[in-house]
T-cell receptor, first 113, second 115 residues
Framework: NAGVTQTPKFQVLKTGQSMTLQCAQDMNHEYMSWYRQDPGMGLRLIHY???????DQGEVPNGYNVSRSTTEDFPLRLLSAAPSQTSVYFC????????????FGPGTRLTVL | AQKITQTQPGMFVQEKEAVTLDCTYD???????LFWYKQPSSGEMIFLIY??????QNATEGRYSLNFQKARKSANLVISASQLGDSAMYFC????????????FGAGTRLAVHP
């Protein structure tokens, strides 16, 4: 199992550009989430999904869109990048009734100029 | 409102000694889970240990143990016999109720292990 994979690892955008951060998991987990980590802070929840076709907003959803058409994939779209979106983005997955760990991807480091 | 507080921005410990990293939480839910993650300088998030609110015994995983004091709403991580490789950021996180994929994180504690 590859676990949770994220692409790209690094990305530089200009203000106003759009892009999609990719996330995939091969563990058949129903639950997936996107977090961002800013310097000196813990992770904050952006959007999450409890299954294909079902998504909801987390703590900091503004400026981001998600969709979940398959169990495996959960892409995060930046609609019009802003410097405030410079951050490290983590995707995570866990199984239903996951009383144990969330499995995190390696992260995507995004810089918006 | 749900909240995780880690009051120690930085800690240091001598190799082979034990260290306690503090975590307090705030929730009105009866059912919740508490997690500790390690983030080395390479950036990945490594799961260390989990404690459920209904678990009667403190969780242990190898050199990691969680000192769970429910009445005080604290969930401190104890690392025994520290190793140089334990130098990293450590995050406490909480899951409330059925929000299995909705974790709330503290700001973290940076641990430095000295030889």
């Amino acid at each position: 199992n590859a676990g949770v994979t994220q692409t790209p690892k690094f990305q530089v955008l200009k203000t106003g550009q759009s892009m999609t951060l990719q996330c995939a998991q091969d563990m058949n987990h129903e639950y997936m989430s996107w977090y961002r980590q800013d310097p000196g802070m813990g992770l904050r929840l952006i959007h999450y999904s409890v299954g294909a076709g079902i998504t909801d907003q987390g703590e900091v959803p503004n400026g981001y869109n998600v969709s979940r058409s398959t169990t495996e994939d959960f892409p995060l779209r930046l609609l019009s990048a802003a410097p405030s979106q410079t951050s490290v983005y983590f995707c995570a997955s866990t199984e239903r009734g996951g009383y144990n760990e969330q499995f995190f991807g390696p992260g995507t480091r995004l810089t918006v100029l | 409102a749900q909240k995780i507080t880690q009051t120690q921005p930085g800690m240091f410990v001598q190799e082979k000694e034990a260290v306690t990293l503090d975590c307090t939480y705030d929730t009105s839910d009866q059912s919740y889970g508490l997690f500790w993650y390690k983030q080395p300088s390479s950036g990945e998030m490594i799961f260390l240990i989990y404690q459920g609110s209904y678990d009667e015994q403190n969780a242990t995983e190898g050199r990691y143990s969680l000192n769970f004091q429910k009445a005080r709403k604290s969930a401190n991580l104890v690392i025994s016999a520290s190793q140089l490789g334990d130098s990293a950021m450590y995050f406490c996180a909480m899951r409330e109720g059925g929000g299995y994929n909705k974790l709330i994180f503290g700001a973290g504690t940076r641990l430095a292990v000295h030889p």
